[in-house]
């Protein structure tokens, strides 16, 4: 009987120090993979943001240029900022403030190259915020061929045959917080700082 009362006694023993060991082997699973939980959250979340982010700038940059395009251009050579650009923007800014995008303060001071206005505002230290807004009202692509058009709305060599357009690019400033979420892995994420949309309308008028 004593045996079996010693055999009794040694396995809850040995039980209770199992059960200690399995608890102890969790912890430090949990420890090890936590970072790479972190990770996943946090990529979801954050390239989720700017998904949205460009499908929204898209729609703006699309919209905001037929809307130009479809303005008069007898007015693009005053000295005063047009008609048609005033329109642009403040179809751009009330656009973002629609969809709960801050517009960074942007105002309509803006000097001028030629046919294209560029709005921006810079960010710093105390205000992240970051948009340039450039809005091209003589943008000029081949009839036939070309490439798209860049987030500066440069014109292209017309080459043979050239269409007059208008040409609206905004590049955002995102904040991306995968790269100090990745450096827990002890790895380094190089991501673009800005998310850029650009659209393009032939001019009516």
């Keep these: 009987m004593r045996s079996c009362s ?14 200690h060991d399995d608890r102890a082997a969790q912890l430090v699973e949990f420890a090890v ?31 905001a240029a037929r809307a130009a395009a479809a303005e008069p251009t007898n007015d693009l050579t005053s000295t005063a900022t047009p008609v048609s650009v005033v329109d642009t923007f403040w179809i751009v800014d009330n656009y973002l403030q629609a969809n709960n995008i801050n517009d960074c303060g942007m105002s309509l001071g803006a000097s001028p ?13 105390g205000s992240p915020c970051g948009i340039t807004l450039t809005i091209n009202r003589g943008y ?11 987030v500066d709305c440069l014109p292209q060599p017309p ?25 827990l892995l002890g790895s380094a ?8 949309a650009t659209a393009v309308a032939m001019n009516e008028n």
């Design 6 to 19: 010693h055999r009794r006694k040694w396995n809850a023993q040995l039980g209770r120090l199992v059960g």
């Design 33 to 63: 993979s936590l970072p790479l939980l972190v990770v996943f959250v946090v990529g979801i979340f954050d390239f989720s943001g700017a998904f949205t982010l460009k499908q929204k700038l898209t729609n703006i940059t699309r919209d």
């Design 113 to 125: 190259s030629g046919l294209t206005w560029t709005f921006s505002v810079v960010p710093s230290a």
């Design 140 to 150: 000029y692509f081949p009839a036939a061929g070309g490439t798209p058009a860049g």
């Design 159 to 183: 080459g043979g045959s050239a269409v007059i357009a208008t040409c609206v690019s905004i590049r955002y400033v995102y904040p991306w917080r995968f790269g100090r979420a990745a450096s």
């Design 189 to 196: 994420v190089t991501l673009p700082t800005t998310i850029n």
